[in-house]
C-alpha cells in the first residue's frame, strides 16, 4: 500500500471512532433526559452497594489490563477502596436507574431478544475470539448468553427510544 492509501485509511478510522463516540454521547443523554422523566421509589441500599462493588472491580479489572497493581493505583490517588466506593455512589445510583428503566421500558413495549439473535450475537463475539480458543468455553456459557442478551436488548430499548418524539434530543 502507499502511503496516500494508509492515510485515507486511518482518516477513515478516525472519522469512525468519532461517530461512534458522538452516538455514545448521544445515547448517554438520551437516557439521562430518560431517566430524569421518570419516577423512582426508593431503591434498595444493597442495588447501589453491589453496583458500586461492580464499578470496583471494573477498574480494578482496567488497571490489571493496565499492568498497574490496584493497590498502587489506591496509594498513587491516596484513597482506599471504601473511599472509592463512595466516590462511586452517585455514578451508581445513575446505573442503577438506567438498568431499571431498560428493563422497565423492555417489559412496557415487549421488546425481545430471540433465540436467534443471540445466537447470532454469539458467533459474532467468537469470531472476534477466534484466536484465542480458551476463552471460546466462557462466550458459549449460560451467563455469557444471558448477558449477551442483556447487551441485545439493551441496544433495542435505546432503539426504541431514539424513535420516541418525547425523548428527541434535536
Same mark, same amino acid.
Given at each position: 500500500?502507499?502511503?496516500?492509501?494508509?492515510?485515507?485509511?486511518?482518516?477513515?478510522?478516525? $472519522?469512525?471512532?468519532?461517530?461512534?463516540? &458522538?452516538?455514545?454521547?448521544?445515547?448517554?443523554?438520551?437516557? &439521562?433526559?430518560?431517566?430524569?422523566?421518570?419516577?423512582?421509589?426508593?431503591?434498595?441500599?444493597?442495588?447501589?452497594? *453491589? $453496583?458500586?462493588?461492580?464499578?470496583?472491580?471494573?477498574?480494578? $479489572?482496567?488497571?490489571?489490563?493496565?499492568?498497574?497493581?490496584?493497590?498502587?493505583?489506591? #496509594? #498513587?490517588?491516596?484513597?482506599?477502596?471504601?473511599?472509592?466506593?463512595?466516590?462511586?455512589?452517585?455514578?451508581? @445510583?445513575?446505573? %442503577?436507574? %438506567?438498568? @431499571?428503566?431498560?428493563?422497565?421500558?423492555?417489559?412496557?413495549?415487549?421488546?425481545?431478544?430471540?433465540?436467534? &439473535?443471540?445466537?447470532?450475537?454469539?458467533?459474532?463475539?467468537? *469470531?472476534?475470539?477466534?484466536?484465542? #480458543? &480458551?476463552?471460546?468455553?466462557?462466550?458459549?456459557? *449460560?451467563?455469557?448468553?444471558?448477558?449477551?442478551?442483556?447487551?441485545?436488548?439493551?441496544?433495542?430499548?435505546?432503539?426504541?427510544?431514539?424513535?420516541?418524539?418525547?425523548?428527541?434530543?434535536?
Amino acid at each position: 500500500k502507499t502511503l496516500s492509501d494508509l492515510r485515507t485509511l486511518v482518516r477513515g478510522n478516525l $472519522e469512525q471512532e468519532a461517530q461512534g463516540k &458522538e452516538e455514545q454521547r448521544q445515547e448517554i443523554a438520551l437516557l &439521562e433526559q430518560a431517566v430524569e422523566r421518570t419516577k423512582f421509589g426508593d431503591l434498595p441500599d444493597i442495588l447501589i452497594n *453491589e $453496583e458500586t462493588i461492580k464499578m470496583l472491580g471494573e477498574l480494578e $479489572e482496567g488497571m490489571a489490563a493496565q499492568g498497574m497493581a490496584f493497590d498502587d493505583y489506591l #496509594k #498513587k490517588i491516596g484513597k482506599t477502596r471504601d473511599q472509592l466506593r463512595l466516590d462511586f455512589a452517585a455514578d451508581a @445510583l445513575k446505573r %442503577v436507574k %438506567v438498568a @431499571l428503566l431498560m428493563r422497565a421500558l423492555a417489559a412496557t413495549h415487549q421488546i425481545i431478544v430471540s433465540e436467534v &439473535e443471540v445466537e447470532a450475537e454469539v458467533s459474532r463475539v467468537l *469470531e472476534l475470539y477466534k484466536d484465542t #480458543k &480458551e476463552q471460546h468455553e466462557q462466550i458459549k456459557s *449460560e451467563g455469557a448468553r444471558q448477558y449477551l442478551a442483556g447487551l441485545l436488548r439493551n441496544r433495542k430499548v435505546i432503539q426504541w427510544l431514539k424513535g420516541q418524539t418525547k425523548f428527541s434530543l434535536n
